[in-house]
Structures are given as C-alpha cells and as structure tokens.
C-alpha cells in the first residue's frame, strides 16, 4: 500500500515546473491528483503521462475557480502553487501592471482557495501547502512586486491558521490528537518531494513553503 493511496490531490499550478513535480510524487504515492491550469495542451501531455492524474482548466484570477474547484474536488490535500512570471526591470521602468502582476496571481490564488477553504471548510486532517520564495526573507529588487507578493502569502498563511482556530467550528482537536497526527504530516511531507534532501534543495532555489493544517495542531509557518 503505497503512502497517498485514497487521498484526493489538487495542485493549482500543476502543468509544468514545481507544480508538475509536486503531481507526479503525489501521484507516485498513490494519490488521485487533479492538476489546474489554463495551458489545455500542457495539460493533455500531463494527463497522458502521468497515471492517476486528472486536469482542470482554469484561471485562479477568475473569481468562480477557488469555490467552484474545492467544491467539485474536495481535497485532501491542497497544493497553492502557481505563480505569474515577475516582470523583470527596475522599478522606474514598471507599470503599476506589471509591478502587481504577482500580486494579481499568487496572492488573489492564495486568498481565494484560503479563503474557500475554511468556508467549505475542508475536511479535518486535510492539508494545504502554499508556494511561497525565498525573495519574501531577502526582497527582489529586479522583480517589481514579486518579493511582497512571496511575503503577503506567509502573512495570509498566518491569518489563515488563526482564522481557522478561532472560527471554523469542529477543526480544533487536543494536544494529544495533534501529536497523534505527526507522523501523517511526516508522510505527507515525504510523498510530496519535501524529504530532508529535497528541502536543501528548494532552500537552494529560493523556493518557500508554508502550510496549515485542518486537524487542529498549527502546522507552523516555515522557510524550508
Ligand atoms: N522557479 C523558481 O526559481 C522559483 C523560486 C522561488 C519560488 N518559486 C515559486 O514556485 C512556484 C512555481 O514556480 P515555477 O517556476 O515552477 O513556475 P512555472 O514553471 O511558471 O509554472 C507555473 C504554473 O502555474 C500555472 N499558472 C500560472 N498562472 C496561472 C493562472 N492565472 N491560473 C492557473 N494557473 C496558472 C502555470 O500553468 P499555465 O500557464 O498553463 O496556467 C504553471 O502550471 C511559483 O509560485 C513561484 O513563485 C519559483
């Protein structure tokens, strides 16, 4: 029995890069993964290749896709992983569009399913991982607001967990059920790539990742 076997997955971001990664080690494990982005063809390749996978098509920027997705999915597990291209120049040579291109994707992705989330709410146990970078701790001075954006998503992780705690009826459990719980979390951590060695090496390319959890215990907010 492999470790995800009976889990549902959803990667948003999933066509290509981390997030086609992120697929296919949930898929290894076992995992039903459904992988949304707006690239059809990308997404025809990666069903094809990939046993277990199941597409999306979609836009996060769209105000229907984080409730319509979660509704339709219910996922144990909850992947925000995609990410607009920064526009690269300095400041002064920017739009404000293309400065708040980030802000338009990563962090509206990160508020819309975080926010759906704890409205369904998701069921206890459920996880969600959000793809943060390491420019949140060190700025970006060459990609407008990419670095802010990166941050932003730590901060609504924050609220989020907070949110959760304090308002979501029945996702609260003991200490003890909490403890019980960790090495789930560890296997969940090992099945989506996040092993010690994949962790150096997401510290290596700048990526962050934050998470919360819906069993009760905080999942702390961690630069890994
Ligand atoms: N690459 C790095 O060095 C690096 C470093 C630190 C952090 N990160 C972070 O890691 C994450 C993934 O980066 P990556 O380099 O793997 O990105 P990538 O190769 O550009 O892939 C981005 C994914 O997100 C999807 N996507 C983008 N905009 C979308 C939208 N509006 N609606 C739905 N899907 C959308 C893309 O598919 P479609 O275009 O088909 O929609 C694709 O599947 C991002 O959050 C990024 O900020 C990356």
């Not at 459904?34 to 997404?43: I, M, S, T, V």
């Not at 670095?147 to 609504?156: D, V, Y």
Request: aromatic share 8%; net charge positive.
């Amino acid at each position: 029995m492999r470790q995800l076997d009976g889990k549902i997955a959803v990667v948003i971001g999933g066509s290509r890069g981390f997030g086609q990664g992120i697929v296919r080690a949930l898929a290894a494990e076992g995992a039903v993964v459904w992988a949304l982005a707006r690239n059809a063809g990308r997404l025809a390749q990666l069903k094809q290749a990939v046993a277990g996978v199941q597409t999306l098509l979609a836009d996060v920027t769209e105000a229907q896709t984080a409730p319509q997705t979660l509704r339709a999915t219910r996922p144990d597990i909850l992947v925000l992983n995609a990410g607009a291209t920064p526009s690269m120049a300095p400041v002064h040579q920017q739009s404000w569009e293309q400065f708040a291109r980030t802000w338009q994707t990563d962090v509206y992705m990160t508020f819309a399913f975080g926010k759906e989330a704890l409205l369904l709410p998701l069921a206890p146990g459920s996880v969600v991982v959000i793809v943060s970078s390491g420019a949140a701790i060190g700025g970006s001075p060459l990609s407008g607001g990419y670095a802010g954006a990166k941050r932003t998503q730590w901060f609504l992780a924050q609220y989020l967990q907070h949110d959760q705690r304090t308002s979501v009826p029945g996702a609260f459990r003991s200490a003890a059920h909490a403890r019980a719980r960790r090495p789930r979390r560890r296997r969940f951590a090992h099945a989506a790539g996040l092993s010690q060695r994949n962790r150096v090496r997401h510290q290596q390319s700048g990526a962050g990742i934050v998470g919360w959890g819906f069993s009760g215990y905080s999942i702390r907010c961690r630069h890994i």
